[in-house]
């Protein structure tokens, strides 16, 4: 007859062998069958002999404490001593479920380690802000008339045909500067601050573009605004002069 082979889990300890045979057979943790439980606990101690696999001291010294608490439950015991004696498995039980609980923990934390092995964190980074307000340009009228000139610059490029380049004859369009004076007005009540180029927007014909330039600097000469140039960005902001 041939000899059984038997395939033996690595156990981290006893204790991992014991709650291998507790969970295996199905067993109340806190009401465990000793002499069962040791009966398989020093089988596979004798497998893992017959199989040349080094049992620790650890394992042996747990084969002891088994046969010690199964020797002292088989001990008669007296009828005034029942209430008194604490169950010889208490001890026993205690170790296990301690085990249980960091078993459990290093269960969860192996995934926060498998979910976060690909994160990686910057440490936070001071930013030098300067002590100094940011300087503002003086504008001159002439500063004023190159960026006029770049306006239309732009606005030409983006402007599409306008129907009235076909006709034959030139058409001069009447645009009231005090009512382009008005619109620019109304954007800065909708905004503390406008860019230049914000007045031009989804302007494309020249009278009106003449029209607003003319009423931003007479709305400049009037001082009910003030325009300046940023340094960072270069763009020309327009302003109320009570903002300024």
Request: net charge negative; charged share 30%.
């Amino acid at each position: 007859m041939n000899k059984l082979s038997f395939k033996l889990p690595a156990f981290e300890g006893p204790l991992d062998l014991l709650m291998h045979l507790i969970q295996k057979n199905k067993i109340n943790i806190y009401d465990i069958p000793i002499a069962k439980i040791t009966q398989q606990y020093l089988l596979y101690l004798e497998n893992m002999q017959e199989m040349d696999l080094e049992v620790s001291s650890e394992f042996l010294m747990m084969a002891a404490s088994l046969l010690y608490i199964k020797s002292k439950m088989l001990l008669p015991k007296h009828q005034d001593e029942e209430d008194e004696e604490e169950d010889p498995r208490q001890e026993l039980v205690n170790k296990l479920l301690e085990y249980k609980k960091y078993k459990q923990m290093s269960k969860v934390l192996l995934q926060r380690h498998d979910h976060y092995q690909h994160v990686f964190f910057k440490e936070p980074q001071t930013l030098d802000f300067p002590d100094d307000p940011p300087q503002i340009i003086a504008l001159s009228v002439e500063d004023l008339i190159k960026a006029f000139n770049s306006v239309l610059i732009r606005r030409s490029r983006l402007a599409p045909p306008h129907k009235a380049s076909f006709d034959e004859i030139v058409r001069y369009k009447r645009v009231s500067v005090e009512q382009k004076r008005v619109e620019i007005m109304l954007l800065l009540k909708r905004k503390r601050e406008i860019t230049l180029m914000e007045v031009f927007v989804d302007t494309y014909d020249r009278p009106e573009i003449v029209a607003k330039f003319l009423a931003v600097l007479d709305l400049i000469k009037a001082d009910v605004i003030y325009a300046f140039q940023s340094e960072s960005d270069g763009e020309i902001y327009i302003v109320r002069s009570s903002e300024r």
